[in-house]
Nanobody, 115 residues
Framework: VQLQASGGGLVQPGGSLRLSCAAS????????WGWYRQAPGKQRELVAT???????NIADSVKGRFTISRDNTRTTVYLGMNSMKPDDTAVYYC??????????WGQGTLVTVSS
């Protein structure tokens, strides 16, 4: 599975951004999707997950502000980010886990929240 993340950039506090993660290759093997982020000097943290049956989970730290969704083809997953804060500044990574317990990662996309 190959993953291509996009959509990062500079946004002002309170603003919104949507990240995309497009998958190619063995799409049918994907069991779940995940968005992670890593801020400077901090460990990578899980932000949101979406299973193949559509069950979504959002980390408490961003609950109510972030959403995870997918397109009808189930080849692209989105991370919607609203009411963004400077603490949301990080490199965001998408990842998938397959039914064979394999993990694949996309390249990170930088999100900067600053005025």
């Amino acid at each position: 599975v190959q993953l291509q993340a996009s959509g990062g950039g500079l946004v002002q506090p309170g603003g919104s951004l949507r990240l995309s993660c497009a998958a190619s290759g063995s799409i049918v093997s994907i069991m779940s999707w995940g968005w992670y982020r890593q801020a400077p000097g901090k460990q990578r943290e899980l932000v949101a997950t979406l299973t193949s049956d559509g069950s979504a989970n959002i980390a408490d730290s961003v609950k109510g502000r972030f959403t995870i969704s997918r397109d009808n083809t189930r080849t692209t997953v989105y991370l919607g980010m609203n009411s963004m804060k400077p603490d949301d500044t990080a490199v965001y990574y998408c990842s998938v886990r397959t039914w064979h317990s394999e993990n694949y990662w996309g390249q990170g996309t930088l999100v900067t929240v600053s005025s």
